[in-house]
């Protein structure tokens, strides 16, 4: 009953957007990121110093918030209002360790892939890190919100990035493929995925209507706020 639901609510979600996947999110030089202080928060919102704000379905991991916490917010203003909008808002409640030097100067920023050349993964277009550097379990995609640790280089404005991680990532059990455009397409009503950066199973090509375990990280595409980067059919043979 559960997956007759599901493809009864995928027929008509394909139905009413006809729009396609956008693999290639373009730059947005409104969008930075910023370190601040919870300083209200009510039931479904909340503001950051007091005049950045967000909706508590924007904090990465489902982690309930508190006035007080240290979080590192994604912003954009808003052109109307001038307003400040948080996209993402991750708490930063690791402390430096303070018997490492190298973690003395360390800083946290978000950012996103711009794009990608061979083995180096660019946040813009002059900043760039080796794929090496990267710890998530995949090969990051254009789009990608990622995590970034850095130092300052004395005397310069350059950076040094010491670590590259995710930004967030949630598991989906019996999710629905709702949407296929050639080899993009669309998990429920909200997640991306590209078959040029998806691991499944050998042998299994996603089709229209599957039903699927799925993984997904945080990332900004045309429409959609998260990419699959890992999709298991739940029954591969039927």
Known sequence: MLNLLRRIFA?????????????????????HSLQGVVTNLFTNYGWINKSIFFHTDVVCDNVP?????????????DETTQVLNALKVKIMNNPVDSKDPSNLSKRFCIKYVTHIMQDKIYINKDISFPIHLFSGAFRPFNGDLVLVGYSMIPGTSDINIQSVSPLSSQN???????????????????????????????????????????????????????????????????
């Open 65 to 77: 918030l508190k006035i007080g916490v240290n979080v590192i917010a994604l912003v954009e203003e």
């Open 172 to 238: 989906m059990q019996r999710a629905c493929i709702t949407r296929l455009d050639g080899r993009t397409g669309v998990v429920e009503p909200c997640m991306f995925f590209s078959l040029d950066s998806l691991h499944t199973l050998p042998g299994y090509t996603p089709a229209l209507y599957d039903i699927v375990n799925v993984i997904a990280v945080d990332s900004i595409q045309l429409h959609y706020s998260w990419r699959v980067v890992s999709m298991i059919p739940v029954d591969m043979f039927y």
């Open 11 to 31: 027929f008509f979600q394909r139905n009413n957007n006809s729009e396609a996947p956008e693999e290639q999110p373009q730059g947005n030089p409104k969008v």
